[in-house]
């Protein structure tokens, strides 16, 4: 718990963090994750005159002239951003996602903070040099850069949205590009519960898991081109036993050559063929330099 108020007290940065660490229970120990899961959706929200103001100055209109209502209540609070319910002027429902005033200065200066510590424990205890913890911090870094532009989210919302269009139960909000800009993003408003919480609107959690597990092999296998946040937070349950994926920033790509040797090692762990395993994992260049062959085998045996 005290962990959990550290990362929530240093700010965006290391909530991010912390989300995704919620994720990786093999990472880190269970209450670990029980508790940092918190971070999904318990974070302290900005004002809603902030909000107003950030969007009056980035799509230079009053607020009433661009939507029917708008919630002075957040709907969910986030490390970067935070999200309201509107309605637009053409009856549209939508959500509104505004960024954090001044996010992307304490992004950068807490990035450059993990980057000193994570160097400085590698010089303190040089048995962490195997992980590359500041090669971990500066992909991180660059994931979260990432999400700072919504523009990127806008488009990677209209990718997805082509990747399942043949898919009715994977869902991708649709995007309003006249109401988007770099720190605002204006999306349709799903009505859903966490993925979590699907048992809520009386869902089929087994038929859930089916459509979520066909989700990643078409992001993974098909276009190479996935989601990189996958917390509960981001993934709802629908209405008629349907999944859809929020929160586009975060994204992650997969090249030919290791979305072949994924699939040959999926193939080689069905069949338990330990040698191939071996073989497959050192093409995929899990480890560089020398590799004591014999004991990675005796490892995945």
Same mark, same amino acid.
């Given at each position: $718990?005290?962990?959990?108020l550290?990362?929530?007290?240093?700010?965006?940065?290391? /909530?991010?963090l912390?989300? @995704?660490?919620s994720?990786?229970?093999?990472?880190?120990?269970?209450?670990?994750?029980?508790e940092?899961k918190?971070?999904?959706?318990?974070v302290s929200?900005? #004002?809603?005159e902030?909000?107003?103001?950030q /969007? %009056?100055q980035?799509?230079g209109l009053? @607020?009433e %002239?661009?939507?029917?209502?708008?919630?002075?209540?957040?709907?969910?609070?986030? #490390?970067? !951003?935070?999200?309201?319910?509107a309605k637009?002027?053409?009856g549209?429902?939508?959500?509104?996602?505004?960024?954090?005033?001044?996010?992307?200065?304490? /992004?950068?200066?807490?990035?450059?903070?993990?980057?000193?510590?994570a160097?400085?424990?590698?010089g303190?205890?040089?048995?962490?040099?195997?992980?590359d913890?500041p090669g971990i @911090?500066?992909e991180?870094?660059?994931?979260?850069?990432?999400?700072?532009?919504?523009?990127i989210? =806008?488009?990677?919302? +209209?990718?997805?949205?082509?990747m399942?269009r043949?898919?009715?139960? /994977?869902?991708i909000?649709?995007?309003?590009k006249?109401? #988007?800009?770099?720190?605002?993003?204006?999306?349709?408003?799903?009505?859903?519960?966490?993925?979590? %919480?699907a048992?809520? @609107?009386g869902?089929?959690k087994k038929? +859930?898991?089916?459509?979520?597990?066909? $989700?990643? =092999?078409?992001?993974?296998?098909?276009a190479g081109?996935?989601?990189?946040?996958?917390?509960?937070?981001?993934?709802?349950?629908?209405?008629?036993?349907?999944?859809a994926?929020?929160?586009?920033?975060?994204? !992650?790509?997969v090249d030919? #050559?290791?979305?072949?040797h994924? $699939? %040959?090692?999926? =193939?080689a762990m069905?069949?338990?063929d330990?040698?191939?395993?071996?073989?497959?994992?050192i093409?995929?260049?899990?480890?560089?330099g020398?590799?004591?062959q014999s004991?990675?085998?005796?490892?995945?045996?």
């Amino acid at each position: $718990a005290r962990l959990r108020l550290v990362f929530q007290d240093l700010g965006p940065t290391f /909530i991010k963090l912390g989300q @995704i660490l919620s994720t990786r229970p093999d990472l880190i120990p269970q209450e670990y994750v029980n508790e940092l899961k918190q971070l999904q959706d318990n974070v302290s929200p900005f #004002s809603f005159e902030q909000a107003r103001q950030q /969007i %009056e100055q980035e799509l230079g209109l009053p @607020i009433e %002239e661009i939507f029917d209502n708008f919630e002075a209540i957040p709907l969910a609070t986030a #490390s970067i !951003g935070q999200v309201y319910a509107a309605k637009l002027k053409c009856g549209d429902k939508v959500v509104v996602k505004i960024q954090r005033p001044g996010v992307q200065e304490t /992004i950068e200066r807490d990035i450059n903070l993990m980057l000193m510590l994570a160097h400085a424990l590698e010089g303190r205890f040089p048995g962490l040099r195997i992980y590359d913890l500041p090669g971990i @911090i500066q992909e991180f870094g660059r994931a979260i850069y990432r999400e700072l532009d919504y523009t990127i989210e =806008l488009r990677n919302c +209209l990718k997805f949205a082509i990747m399942f269009r043949q898919h009715p139960d /994977i869902v991708i909000p649709r995007v309003y590009k006249q109401f #988007s800009t770099r720190h605002i993003l204006t999306m349709e408003r799903l009505e859903g519960v966490k993925i979590t %919480e699907a048992e809520k @609107i009386g869902a089929n959690k087994k038929q +859930l898991a089916q459509i979520a597990l066909k $989700a990643i =092999l078409i992001m993974v296998f098909d276009a190479g081109f996935f989601h990189a946040d996958p917390h509960p937070g981001n993934i709802f349950a629908l209405e008629g036993n349907r999944i859809a994926f929020l929160d586009l920033g975060m994204v !992650g790509r997969v090249d030919e #050559s290791m979305r072949i040797h994924m $699939a %040959e090692l999926i =193939l080689a762990m069905l069949e338990n063929d330990v040698d191939e395993i071996t073989r497959i994992l050192i093409a995929m260049g899990i480890r560089e330099g020398k590799i004591n062959q014999s004991k990675l085998r005796r490892d995945i045996v």
